[in-house]
């Protein structure tokens, strides 16, 4: 005995065309904002030179350090992330790796 699954035959089209959309909606609008945030800190940091040099100077440095923890490292981080999250396909191996990933479990601070 089969089951009969009804599937609409456009369906699978328009849900890839609307996917399609709304990435380059999303794209848009974060370069948007991205934008908007850059010339506020920009604004910001003539804003605190103008006050005193050093000012501007260690708005900059508070600005890089921030910049590298909440967005480089975390892109480091996910670009270390496996392929693929299954052991591996020699069973001599998966202790290793199950060590491995343990310690690393471990470490993470969140």
Request: glycine share 4%; proline share 4%; no cysteine.
């Amino acid at each position: 005995m089969s089951i009969i699954v009804y599937r609409h035959p456009v369906h699978g089209k328009v849900t890839r065309w609307f996917m399609y959309l709304f990435r380059k909606i999303i794209f848009f609008l974060s370069i948007a904002l991205t934008i908007i945030i850059i010339r506020e800190f920009i604004s910001l940091y003539s804003d605190l030179r103008g006050i005193d040099a050093y000012l501007g100077y260690a708005f900059l440095i508070f600005m890089g350090v921030v910049f590298i923890y909440f967005v480089i490292i975390p892109l480091i981080k996910v670009l270390l992330l496996p392929g693929s999250f299954a052991p591996v396909n020699h069973i001599d191996e998966r202790e290793k790796i199950m060590e491995k990933r343990l310690a690393r479990f471990k470490k993470n601070k969140y």
